[in-house]
T-cell receptor
Framework: KQEVTQIPAALSVPEGENLVLNCSFT??????LQWFRQDPGKGLTSLLL?????REQTSGRLNASLDKSSGRSTLYIAASQPGDSATYLC???????????FGGGTRVLVKP | DAGVIQSPRHEVTEMGQEVTLRCKPI?????LFWYRQTMMRGLELLIY????????DSGMPEDRFSAKMPNASFSTLKIQPSEPRDSAVYFC????????????FGSGTQLSVL
């Protein structure tokens, strides 16, 4: 059974510092991995999607890397801003199925 | 497009009552997913549909839960009878493909069963 873990559960950084969020998964047979952002009281917004054949994806200040063999992904957010404060979740989908398995999320606070 | 639309945004009901949650997916998307989010269990997939057909309902917790998708633009999740432990945020999401590229979530329904 696929398990997805995100450590730490919460993170607080001063504005301007780079953010590094970690995601690990137990079964490397994945189809893709997605990073989502969730604001309080809102749904999830997909930030980046990395196919299993890719090693990284970039969008603006966001960069996500994927190391399938070690079962890890990292989301980097450069030059953090207070507006980046949210919960970030990673999720993986198995190669042979359609179920997205979510991690527990990392709650991020960027202090002005 | 307005995105995935869910209603109601909040629902407060008493134990034993029937609850119906509604979802309108993004036009053109052919896969629809119902998730439940709680502090204790995180996000759990309840059921998903592809081309209006239920594909996997193994996440539906009990027979009290049922979901329908009568057409490509509407789905319901029903709980009958509701119990306090059903209190959670219920999300609907849609995607373009069954093995989806990106998943688009609605804003959720906050359900409180007293």
């Amino acid at each position: 059974k696929q398990e997805v873990t995100q450590i730490p559960a919460a993170l607080s950084v001063p504005e301007g510092e780079n953010l590094v969020l970690n995601c690990s998964f137990t079964d490397s047979a994945i189809y893709n991995l997605q990073w989502f952002r969730q604001d309080p009281g809102k749904g999830l917004t997909s930030l980046l999607l990395i196919q299993s054949s890719q090693r990284e994806q970039t969008s603006g200040r966001l960069n996500a890397s994927l190391d399938k063999s070690s079962g890890r992904s990292t989301l980097y957010i450069a030059a953090s801003q207070p507006g980046d404060s949210a919960t970030y979740l990673c999720a993986v989908i198995k190669a042979a199925g359609n179920k997205l398995t979510f991690g527990g999320g990392t709650r991020v606070l960027v202090k002005p | 497009d307005a995105g995935v639309i869910q209603s109601p945004r909040h629902e407060v009901t008493e134990m034993g009552q029937e609850v119906t949650l509604r979802c309108k997916p993004i036009s053109g998307h052919n896969s629809l997913f119902w998730y439940r989010q709680t502090m204790m269990r995180g996000l759990e997939l309840l059921i998903y549909f592809n081309n209006n057909v239920p594909i996997d309902d193994s996440g539906m917790p009990e027979d009290r839960f049922s979901a329908k998708m009568p057409n490509a633009s509407f789905s319901t999740l029903k709980i009958q009878p509701s119990e306090p432990r059903d209190s959670a945020v219920y999300f609907c999401a849609s995607s373009f493909q069954q093995v989806y590229e990106k998943l688009f979530f609605g804003s959720g329904t906050q359900l409180s069963v007293l």
